[in-house]
């Protein structure tokens, strides 16, 4: 069971961090700050369990250095993991509101102060129960001792496990919460989404509300496990009972790394035999084009112009919706009217798409 928990934490901090890594080298992969702290806050959890390896058998036993680093990382981690995850939700929660409400100047700094706090509540959390523990075993250093499994090192007592799992159950309450109102909130405004990208019709819905019920696994199952470490009795705890806590703890960053590392854009990215759609590439080109001016809009006009006229000039209206640019794609609305002077020698029948 040990190998199995080490071969798992390993196989997924390699998986995540070639997933943060490719979307940071590409640039046509967009994806939000708090999407990058989440896939990083999990290769934390990897590495806090790395500092044991190599002594997870009896006599192997850590230096008091190391343990004491492990200790304080077991407790702080899987409540920055809650925070980040219920960080990311909460800025597609309001990203959303905002797009549907329409964003204006103002609202666009409030979002980007929100983002901030996102970003700085969890390593605030993480810090202080860091402290914490150090304040602890710094009383009494006795309180520092490897599980009866000798896969990780914690403190005796039950205040680091209730500590930590206080808060991930707080942040589990309130990720639920809020993923039930978001799921509300696109499933009426969901033709307001599809007419945001016609191409794809209500894909972006689905897969939108897809990703928002994937994001309910991982507080749950944090939740189960922070209450099987609170209340199970010390008597009654076995070396195999926990090596099969720690694997199902192992398991949480595995399904991570698949389930995040598995979207269309970055699996693209990693299939390099394959030549990519001159289709897929022209829609990409008009549909993410950058520049201060650039706006993609929405809606579609035929046009019928007589083919012996060579010049005609038309006026369409449109819907204008430009790139909020969160990294989530959202975007505001507002209908516009141009005149436009075509240039043709021989048309007979047009049509405009605009994307």
């Not at 009383?139 to 991930?168: A, E």
Request: aromatic share 10%; charged share 15%; hydrophobic share 50%.
């Amino acid at each position: 069971m040990t190998i199995l928990g080490n071969t798992m934490y390993i196989v997924s901090f390699i998986a995540l961090a070639a997933i943060l890594g490719t979307k940071w080298l590409n640039k046509s992969i967009k994806r939000t700050i708090t999407w990058d702290l989440f896939i990083a806050s999990w290769l934390l959890h990897c590495i806090t369990f790395f500092l044991s390896m190599g002594h997870q058998v009896g006599s192997s036993a850590p230096s008091l250095g190391l343990c004491f680093v492990q200790a304080a990382m077991l407790y702080a981690t899987p409540v920055y993991n809650a925070c980040v995850s219920l960080a990311l939700l909460l800025h597609l929660h309001f990203t959303i509101v905002a797009t549907v409400r329409g964003i204006s100047r103002s609202s666009s700094k409030k979002m980007r102060i929100l983002v901030w706090i996102l970003m700085i509540l969890p390593v605030i959390v993480y810090l202080a129960i860091l402290l914490m523990t150090f304040i602890l075993v710094a009383q009494d250093r006795s309180l520092l001792q490897r599980d009866q499994t000798f896969y990780f090192c914690n403190i005796k007592g039950q205040v680091g496990i209730l500590t930590s799992s206080i808060l991930v159950f707080l942040c589990s309450i309130v990720f639920i919460f809020y993923e039930i109102y978001t799921v509300i909130i696109l499933w009426k405004n969901s033709q307001t989404f599809r007419a945001m990208n016609p191409h794809s019709r209500d894909r972006v819905f689905r897969s939108i509300v897809f990703r928002i019920g994937v994001f309910t696994v991982f507080p749950i199952i944090a939740l189960f496990l922070s209450l099987i470490l609170s209340f199970s009795a010390t008597d009654s705890w076995t070396p195999s009972s926990g090596m099969r806590i720690n694997v199902v703890d192992a398991s949480l960053t595995l399904a991570c790394a698949i389930i995040f590392g598995s979207q269309g854009d970055l699996l693209r990215v990693w299939m390099f035999w394959r030549e990519s759609s001159p289709y897929r590439s022209t829609q990409h080109s008009q549909t993410h084009s950058s520049g201060p001016d650039h706006a993609r809009t929405g809606g579609r006009s035929r046009i019928a112009l007589d083919p012996v006229v060579p010049r005609v000039g038309v006026k369409v209206s449109t819907t204008q919706i430009q790139d909020t640019g969160d990294g989530y794609g959202w975007v505001t609305k507002a209908h516009v009217e141009s005149d436009i002077e075509l240039h043709l020698d021989t048309v007979e029948d047009t049509k405009l798409e605009a994307l």
